[in-house]
């Protein structure tokens, strides 16, 4: 038996780079993946074709995260979906991966700027547990998305470094919250990933050796490096791990 069987997903930004390929492993080991997208409908519906292909159930999802309105549109549907397909609406395991991934240095950075990856990287990610925690199972998984800024200094980045800050800190109380139903809350925090995000700087010789030597491991990410870890934290394998930040860096800068 597959390690999810039965297990019911939702991947925010779940349409390529770490996403994707967190959507993908969560299929393979058995759990029906909810595909959100923001933008690339598309590219979500291509990747619930590729589980479809190989056995798995997914569904694309499209909402947009940047206001609390978008949240609320994206757990409705979702509820509505599910009920639909297997006459409940609980799910198992959230993934809050969707986020803006890059900004400006401080000097540069605009209030507005500012406030659009607050909302979407940090805004909607509360407002999507605190909209979906009834609907989580006792014993269920919540796994959210940071990054390696929060142990490594990237000032060029600033306001993004800040964001996920506030994602390892929300994950902390949050796994104090709802830890007495049994949910386990983490959070993933992976370093250089070869995605479409980083492509243009990374694909260069430059780039690839850059990355590289950052990782006491000699080679850059993949994004099943990362879905990878997420798997085994939304499995039973996991259940004794909660409130950590979990280095998927490769270990970069040691």
Known sequence: MKRLEGKIALVTGGSRGIGKGIALQLAQEGALVIVHYGNRRVAAEEVVRTI???????LAI????ETVAGVTDLVQTMKEELLRLTGQNQIDILVNNAGIGTSKTLEETTEEEFDAIFAVNVKAPFFLVQQTSQFLRDGGRVINISSGVTRIAYPHIMAYNLTKGAINTFTLHLAKLLGSRGI????????????????????TPEGQQHAAEMSALGRIGEASDIADIVAFLSSSDGRWITGQMVDATGGSHL
């Open 52 to 58: 479809e292909a190989h056995g798995g159930q997914a």
């Open 184 to 203: 386990t809350v983490n959070a993933v925090l992976p370093g250089i990933v070869d995605t479409d995000v980083n492509a243009e700087w990374l694909h």
């Open 62 to 65: 499209g909402a947009n995260l």
